[in-house]
């Protein structure tokens, strides 16, 4: 069974333009969440789509959306981007909360 | 609003000698619990989960983890460690619909 596929696993772009994330979860998990993860705040919950729905909300800006497509493939998109989104943003996937979550091996991203 | 902490920022054991990583939450339900592992570059990999039953839970690469109610704590154990065990440790809670929320990690150092 393929695991949770995160790409590109590297990105570099500069201050105020835009980046997409693609995250397609383990067949059949249809829960996408998505993480920021940084050394100074640790893993911050960004979002969570449900069978195409945005279940749960972290406290990001607006900048920072989402969504989730039919087959539960999932983007997170981030506009104007700033130095401070530099980050390993992690995809996970699960059945339900109670499996716990698969994640992917991330996108860095480097804002200069 | 829930909430991990996870009280060491780092831990250093010696080869073979016993593991314990503490972890305290707070959440308003009976909630589900879970331990990580990160490897450098790498996403998260799933250790062990509580959810019901029996507050002593085994998982995966001989750690083992107990869930104490009354201390709102579910502490990571290992009665050996191998020098292949260092890596970060991150402790979750989350329970139903509830996004999954991580303690900011604890990393382990093994000393040959």
């Known amino acids: 069974k393929a695991g949770v596929t995160q790409t590109p696993r590297y990105l570099i772009k500069t201050r105020g333009q835009q980046v997409t994330l693609s995250c397609s979860p383990i067949?059949?998990?249809?829960?996408v969440s998505w993480y920021q993860q940084t050394p100074g705040q640790g893993l911050q919950f960004l979002f969570e789509y449900f069978s195409e729905t945005q279940r749960n909300k972290g406290n990001f800006p607006g900048r920072f959306s989402g969504r989730q497509f039919s087959n539960s493939r999932s983007e997170m998109n981030v506009s104007t981007l700033e130095l401070g989104d530099s980050a390993l943003y992690l995809c996970?996937?699960?059945?339900?909360?109670?499996?716990?979550?698969?994640f992917g091996s991330g996108t860095r991203l480097t804002v200069v | 609003a829930q909430s991990v902490t996870q009280p060491d920022i780092h831990i250093t054991v010696s080869e073979g000698a016993s593991l314990e990583l503490r972890c305290n939450y707070s959440?308003?339900?009976?909630?589900?619990l879970f331990w990580y592992v990160q490897s450098p570059g790498q996403g998260l990999q799933l250790l062990l989960k509580y959810f019901s039953g029996d507050t002593l839970v085994q998982g995966i690469k001989g750690f083992e983890a107990e869930f104490k109610r009354s201390q709102s704590s579910f502490n990571l154990r290992k009665p050996s460690v191998h020098w292949s065990d260092a890596a970060e440790y991150f402790c979750a809670v989350g329970a139903g619909d509830d996004k999954i929320i991580f303690g900011k990690g604890t990393r382990l150092h093994i000393l040959p």
């Open positions: 067949s059949g998990h249809r829960s």
């Open positions: 959440y308003g339900a009976t909630p589900y």
């Open positions: 996970a996937s699960s059945q339900s909360q109670g499996y716990g979550y698969t």
